[in-house]
């Protein structure tokens, strides 16, 4: 396997945005926080597996006490990405982070969700106030030197453009403003804030043919842990009929990609990483 | 597999991108510190002018050759040089000196480019090296020195039984050797320089040493003030011949890690 997700936080999450595909929040743990020894436990069986990067998630990544703790042990083993709502990025934790990035045997990735380039559009979609507590997030990051990449969710109802992305992030300091565009995924809130996936809309066995296709999709190539088990991808952990085990060892056969979010991941070569 | 025996000092590049100047100087270069062998790990076209240029060099010397994911691309007329960009604006120059390069490539060595093969291998002083261009399991892959960890080195050298994985594909050379000397060394690229605000290109020397594969890279001047005005006389982007002028890469950014994008100036 190439890609460990570690779901460090489980479904806890500081906000609750209204496109969350797996309906996270200040509440939600149905997927408990990992231990650290649970995290170091599931690098050491990946890299014994051959994986080559670590990605944390949740949930909000930084609500994890020891994050910087299992953060550190990541780095020794593999290249690391965080996916962070930016919130939580205080001046030290800034600091601690771009010492890790300038310093750390490996990559550092530090991405940032941001759903609109001003507080009107981004609020609409992750709640009151969160923009202005992402921006100073973000601000801090660049400061102390993380090269950092702002993901953005391109909703039905709000195609986002690149350059007010671009603009906003040299205004708060980014000399070179990396963006990553996320689909939605119909499911979890999404679900009910524009509208569930359809029955019909899953992969046709023929697209599945493409040769590539094992590298192409998430689940090809990596494993989702969680505190309820092994996942194929950080998109399905709430979907109990698509759990693989309970650790790496027994999830490590093909994963089925008969999900409706499976023809989103295939029709838009999506993958969580970067 | 293409098996090119044994040696005691071989010369490895990649990337060539049209860089008809560098390629001359580079095998020039090598020849005279004593390579045995000069190999060439893929994409002989993008970026650079008169691609033609540069597949005669590489077709005339005795040089050996890996097939790159440019050189499938341009081999088999495909519509685009399957690096896999996602950014509308990587794709947009990607996309103009793909067309470009496939537009002024010879029907003769398209099929030069198309038959070449994938992996091979070498011996440096009876230690194995693998040949190939992103990785020994993808063409495309890229082995990036922040983001390919010693874990997966070992994994990878287990898997292909050598010592040694040599690759490009990147456009950046490094080298990260394990505890027991097995390892990758990334060759870079001649074609163009590696990010790093100089206007010199790298290649790789290996040469057999008391305690097994010693590797060098070798820093080659070449006449880019040429190259420039000729990609300015191609009607190529002024954005490429920034490049080759100033050392700092400009399109195509999106695929570096932070740590290696966080070096450049773009
Ligand atoms: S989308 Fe991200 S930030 Fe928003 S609730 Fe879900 S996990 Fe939290
Ligand atoms: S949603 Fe389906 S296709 Fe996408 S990574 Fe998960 S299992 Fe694979
Ligand atoms: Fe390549």
Redesign the pocket.
């Known amino acids: 396997m190439d890609t460990l997700w570690l779901q460090v936080t489980g ?1 806890l ?5 209204k ?7 200040p509440k939600v743990d149905r997927h408990k926080m990992l231990t650290r020894e649970a995290c170091v436990a599931a690098m050491d069986d990946a890299v014994a597996r051959g994986c080559r990067e670590i990605w944390f ?4 990544p930084f609500l994890h006490p020891e994050i910087l703790d299992v953060l550190d042990a990541a780095l020794a083993r593999a290249p690391v990405g965080i ?1 962070t ?1 930016g919130m939580l990025i205080d001046e030290d934790l800034a600091t601690a982070l771009g010492e890790r990035f300038r310093d750390a045997p490996y990559n550092l990735e530090v991405r940032v ?1 941001l759903d609109g380039a001003t507080a009107e559009a981004n609020d609409r979609i ?1 709640g009151k106030g969160v923009f202005e507590a992402t921006r100073e997030g973000i601000r801090r990051l660049a400061a102390a030197g993380v090269e950092l990449i702002v993901a953005i969710s391109v909703l039905d109802d709000n195609a986002p453009e690149r350059e007010e992305f671009v603009g906003l992030l040299r205004e708060l300091g980014v000399p070179r403003p990396r963006v990553k565009w996320i689909p939605v995924f119909r499911m979890g809130r999404e679900a009910g804030r524009q509208r569930a996936y359809e029955p019909w809309e899953v992969l046709a066995a023929e697209d599945l043919a493409a040769e590539d296709a094992a590298v192409r999709l998430m689940c090809g190539t990596g494993r989702t842990v969680t505190s309820e088990g092994v996942f194929p991808c950080p998109i399905l952990i709430n979907e109990p009929a698509y759990k693989l085990g309970s650790a790496l060892g027994e999830a490590m056969g093909a994963a089925p990609v008969d999900h409706p979010a499976c023809a989103t991941c295939w029709q838009e070569s999506f993958s969580c990483s970067t | 597999m293409l098996d090119l025996g044994s040696f005691d000092k071989v010369a490895l590049f990649g990337g060539v991108y049209n860089n008809w100047l560098a390629l001359e100087a580079t095998v020039a270069d090598a020849r005279r510190r004593g390579a045995q062998a000069v190999v060439f790990l893929g994409d002989a076209g993008g970026f650079g002018p008169h691609p033609n240029r540069s597949v005669e060099g590489l077709r005339s010397l005795p040089i050996h050759a890996i097939q790159g994911n440019y050189d499938d691309s341009v081999g088999q007329g495909l519509e685009d040089c399957q690096c896999g960009y996602t950014d509308p604006r990587d794709n947009h120059f990607a996309q103009i000196s793909y067309d470009y390069t496939l537009a002024n490539t010879s029907a003769e060595h398209r099929e030069w480019l198309r038959g070449l093969p994938v992996r091979g291998e070498l011996k440096v002083g009876g230690k194995r090296v693998r040949l190939c261009h992103g990785s020994p399991r993808r063409v495309n892959e890229f082995l990036w020195e922040s983001t390919t960890p010693a874990g997966f080195i070992d994994h990878l050298c287990r898997e292909e039984d050598v010592d040694l994985i040599a690759c490009t594909h990147t456009g950046i050379h490094w080298e990260r050797r394990l505890a027991d000397g097995r390892g990758v060394v990334n060759v870079g690229a001649i074609g163009r320089p590696p990010n790093d605000g100089k206007r010199t290109v790298w290649y790789s020397l290996l040469e057999a040493g008391p305690n097994g594969i010693e590797n060098r890279f070798v820093a080659v001047d070449y006449d880019w003030e040429r190259l420039a005005r000729e990609m300015t006389g191609e009607g190529l982007p002024p954005e490429f011949v920034e490049t080759i002028r100033t050392g700092w890469w400009t399109t195509c950014l999106e695929i570096l890690p932070g740590r290696e994008r966080a070096r450049g100036h773009h």
């Open positions: 479904t999450c500081n906000i609750a945005c496109h969350c595909f797996i309906s996270c929040g998630t949740g949930g909000e996916l709502n969700s992750r």
